[in-house]
């Protein structure tokens, strides 16, 4: 007997050992400049989205006008298009100073602050077309920005360490998403919008200060300096190869059908999460504090965990955990329905989602990271991401059609089975994988 309990404590502390080991790789420098791009990165985004309607709204803009306006965010869905351009052109001095990464993104993030600062500087209600042009910038210039930084956590992470920087990077994320979007719209009431986007203007300086801070990442780099190659050459080096490299891969077409698919059942529930909340008869208070606030939270505790699940038992793995559990808590919005208004079901709801959404994304994240051939990081990235950005909203845009149709319990439980095809996909590609490949960052 006192030998058993022996080997159970011996099995215990090497468990713990192992998780130890897992979370470790969160104490590593890199993440924190990581995560502080992130925050620069996701920043700018409600800027030309939620932030932008409700200015517009509060100046007197009329509801079609508003729903225009979210044209301006076009170039998150076509990055791909200029995303060779950042990968493969040197820059005149500033490349050869601060490196091809970290050249780029300090071009492109003090662009970024110009164009923050002079939609502050315009006035929507007389003449919205100049509101809309800085926008668009603005827009432009994150998109960019976003590749920049995607690029950057990819080359400086060892393959292990994908699912700690998608946890860092998704974190920095959505507290410049938090900032952006609740902090500016309740500083409005006190002070004016030119002073609100001089100020988050000055918050692009905390991804600035990361980039110098940061080490430029160690890979080949295949750039064109303008005469070492023809234009014709630099043609087939950046804009071909990357989609040739990836078309040769086994399994492509099934890799960009999960990608496309993975968060379906996520999609269409969350197009009308909203109008769930209030059909129900949730106030904006109770709809603002747990959807918001605690949501939040239970979102950052996903994607660490998410993080941490890739590092300990490989992408794979915490892909198809997330992938159920994503599937599985959407039963919890049926059961909300059934239940009707009650706050305590609703932060259940709504924490076990965040939790679970914020697990697959981090997981998500690792495995488009791990797709990414290190000649073509940046353009290959772009190319995922704006297949799911345009996949997601053309894929959501059938949930309020589903929802009329159906009553919400009904809904919900469908949005539970339209996540199958997308875990069908992902048991397919685990059994297309490499030996060893799926337990990539378990050891």
Known sequence: ???????????????????????????????????????????????????????????????????????????YSFKFLWAPVIDHVALPFVTRRFG????????????????????????????????????????????SQDIVVD????????????????????????????????????????VGWPVIFAALAACVLVGVAAVLLAPEPQVAERVWHGAADSPRDW????????????????????????????????????????????????TGVEIASVTKIFGMVATLAGILAGGVLVARYGIFTALLVGGILQAATNLLFALQAMVGNDVAVLALTIGA?????????????????????AAFTGTQYALLTSLMAAGRTLLSSGGGWLADQTDWVTFFVLTTGLAAPGLLLLLWLMRLAPVGLAEKGGS
């Open 1 to 75: 007997m006192p030998a058993e309990r022996a080997d159970d404590r011996t099995r215990v502390r090497g468990r713990l050992r192992t998780w130890g080991r897992a979370l470790s790789v969160y104490r590593d420098r890199r993440f924190v400049y990581i995560l502080l791009m992130g925050f620069s990165s996701g920043l700018p985004l409600l800027l030309t989205l939620s932030t932008l309607s409700y200015w517009l709204a509060t100046v007197g803009i009329d509801k079609t006008a508003i729903g225009l306006f979210a044209l301006v965010g076009l170039p």
């Open 100 to 143: 091809r990464r970290r050249g780029w993104a300090l071009v492109i993030q003090a662009a970024l602050i110009g164009g923050i600062l002079l939609m502050g500087l315009t006035d929507p209600a007389r003449d919205p077309w100049t509101t809309a042009l800085a926008a668009f910038v603005i827009a432009f210039f994150s998109a």
């Open 151 to 190: 690029a950057y956590r990819i080359e400086i992470l060892a393959e292990h360490e994908q699912g700690a920087g998608a946890a860092a990077t998704q974190t920095g994320y959505r507290f410049g998403l938090l900032l952006a979007g609740a902090g500016a719209v309740a500083l409005s009431d006190f």
């Open 235 to 282: 043609l087939d080096n950046a804009v071909v190869a990357p989609f040739r490299d990836f078309l040769t891969r086994p399994g492509w077409l099934v890799i960009l059908a999960f990608v496309l698919l993975y968060k379906f059942g996520d999609a269409i529930g969350g197009v009308m999460a909203n109008p769930f909340y209030v059909a129900l008869g949730f």
């Open 353 to 373: 989602d965040n939790f679970t959404g914020g697990l697959g994304s981090a997981a998500f994240v690792a495995y488009l990271s791990s797709l990414c051939s």
